[in-house]
């Protein structure tokens, strides 16, 4: 809904920044945020390499499987002025298959 909410803590909570988990390619989701520290339920999906993120956004995962969802969230019509989507878009169901975090910590 681009409208957000709270975290599971029920309030905002830090950022997680790793040196090692970086906006490198296509399918990095990320906390969305107003600033330092201001992360809450909202998050992104990357359609390509963003460096310019990196060490701003807490990235949390990655997209593995389902790049076909990814193609058409990318050209779904939105707002020349905020980016916001014409028509309300949901995601209704994500599976998780593995940890990236923990494996990218390991490397």
């Not at 998780?96 to 975090?101: E, R, S, W, Y």
Request: glycine share 10%; net charge neutral; charged share 25%.
């Amino acid at each position: 809904t681009g409208k957000g909410g709270n975290s599971i803590w029920g309030s905002k909570f830090e950022d997680e920044f790793r040196e090692a988990l970086k906006h490198t390619t296509r399918g990095i989701v990320s906390m969305a945020n107003n600033g330092p520290d201001t992360n809450g339920s909202q998050f992104f999906i990357t359609y390509g390499k963003q460096p310019h993120l990196d060490m701003k956004y807490t990235v949390f995962g990655r997209v593995i499987d389902g790049f076909d969802t990814l193609d058409c969230l990318e050209k779904i019509p939105v707002n020349e002025k905020n980016y916001k989507p014409l028509v309300e878009t949901r995601l209704t169901n994500i599976t998780i298959h593995a940890n990236p975090i923990a494996d990218a910590l390991q490397q």
